[in-house]
């Protein structure tokens, strides 16, 4: 099986400064010091942290993954990443379509930091999906012909919640019916839903199937399954692969912090729940792999 990594968060230094701006009680560099707050390795350089993921990949069998940078601003982080592992890293960015220097974020980072997705986050950043600085982001996706990330439904940031900062999203923003209005004006742009949908199965399946250009990824535990009584992970890829087959599937793990590293048990997991359902190899190599080429071609 060849492994492509739809899903993981780059948790760089420049990450935890930003976080640590945030807090009143933070004696010293942010970047050692909140790591070790919540027992976690401090990530050093952006090299450095490039090449832990990259040999973390390589005990994994895992050929290439995106890096997110999960912060807006810290999209050198993992330029930087791309730079130093052209071959396995791609490159995505949270993006604040209300950042009033938008356009020229937009640019740099598609252009020549050779980033490949940008990352939206409706519920967090207050932006509606059909809004203007919306449909910007996804114009610049589609000129430089790159991905967009739409995060929907429940949004719990575990850093965030770990460290003791506010969450307070509007949940109301991230519908993926929303997704599926802007994703049809942009038929070109491969537009990325992640976790199902986050508790939107419905949602999600049904902008999916009214816009071809939408993928699901399957990435992280998928524990917004509690809030639908009786439902099982077996059940949600069954009724995704009904609903829009194997080629519109991507794999993801969510995996972010050391010394965790890949989260390769969701992997096995997902892998059997395939199996079990009877798809076929090549159906499971485009969800594990194939699919990961035709949204990140190079």
């Given at each position: 099986m060849v492994i492509h990594d739809a899903h993981c968060h780059f948790f760089s230094s420049n990450l935890f400064r930003t976080l640590g701006s945030a807090l009143n009680d933070v004696s010293g560099d942010a970047a050692e010091v909140l790591p070790a707050r919540i027992e976690w390795e401090a990530p050093g350089s952006d090299d450095a942290l490039a090449d832990r993921w990259v040999a973390e990949w390589d005990r994994h069998h895992v050929e290439r993954g995106v890096l997110i940078a999960s912060v807006p601003g810290d999209e050198a982080s993992v330029a930087a990443a791309v730079r130093r592992h052209p071959s396995?890293?791609?490159?995505?960015?949270?993006?604040?379509p209300a950042a009033p220097d938008l356009e020229q974020r937009l640019e740099t980072a598609f252009g020549p930091m050779g980033l490949r997705m940008a990352c939206l986050f409706p519920?967090?950043?207050g932006v509606p999906m059909d809004h203007a600085r919306v449909a910007r982001v996804f114009a610049s996706a589609e000129a430089h012909q790159r991905a967009v990330f739409v995060h929907c439904g429940l949004l719990s940031l575990g850093v965030r919640k770990k460290l003791g900062l506010p969450s307070r999203f509007d949940l109301r923003l991230g519908d993926p019916l929303a997704v599926a209005a802007v994703a049809s004006r942009h038929p070109g742009v491969p537009v990325v839903i992640p976790?199902?949908?986050a508790g939107l199965l419905r949602e999600a399946l049904m902008?999916?199937?009214?816009?071809?250009?939408?993928?699901?990824?399957?990435s992280s535990s998928n524990s917004w399954i509690r809030f639908h009584p009786g439902l099982t992970l077996r059940a949600v890829f069954a009724a995704a692969l009904d609903s829009v087959g194997p080629s519109r599937i991507l794999f993801g793990t969510d995996s972010s912090f050391f010394p965790r590293g890949w989260h390769a048990a969701i992997y096995e997991s997902q892998l059997a729940l395939l199996e079990d359902l009877g798809v076929a190899s090549n159906d499971r190599q485009r969800v594990f792999g194939g699919n990961f080429s035709q949204v990140f071609m190079s």
């Open positions: 396995r890293v791609v490159g995505a960015f949270m993006v604040n519920a967090m950043h976790h199902f949908g902008a999916a199937a009214s816009a071809p250009n939408i993928y699901l990824d399957t």
